[in-house]
């Protein structure tokens, strides 16, 4: 937490990337095992009601050896994870992030490239619009 660049809860932010994952705050996770917790993307361009907790964490990982069997935003599955993301289909290390997220009372959402940004060749064009935004996603 000493290295952790934080904006004070009475900002509000005057940027914020396409896609972020929203936590549902009435669930959090407990001792690290996710607890009837609900994630979702948002595409904030259609969100009008962010309310005030519209501060995010970011989340800087290694993909890993095995990242093609990690799931990923794509056009294929942009809906479902609209609706809902599978906590269980997450790394832990995403679940950490979440976890770390939920527990601040002024952040409500979790930016993660690989959910926040289409991947794979028909997710192209996004990938190159957001990804030049990423100085902006970390602040």
Sequence with gaps: MSRCKCISSNSTPSWCPARLICIDKGLILHNGEPTQ???????????ESAGNDL??????????LHH????????????SLRRSIPLQDLPRTFLDAIEFA??????????IDSL???????????????????DRVYG
Aim: glycine residues 6%.
């Design 37 to 47: 917790l609900r994630l979702h993307v948002v595409e904030m361009d259609q969100w």
């Design 55 to 64: 501060h995010y964490v970011t989340l800087s990982h290694f993909w890993g």
């Design 68 to 79: 093609e069997h990690q799931l990923k935003l794509t056009l294929k599955n942009i809906d």
């Design 102 to 111: 939920s527990l601040m009372p002024e952040v409500g959402y979790v930016w």
């Design 116 to 134: 926040c940004i289409k991947q794979g060749s028909e997710g192209m064009e996004d990938w190159l619009v957001q990804s030049s935004t990423m």
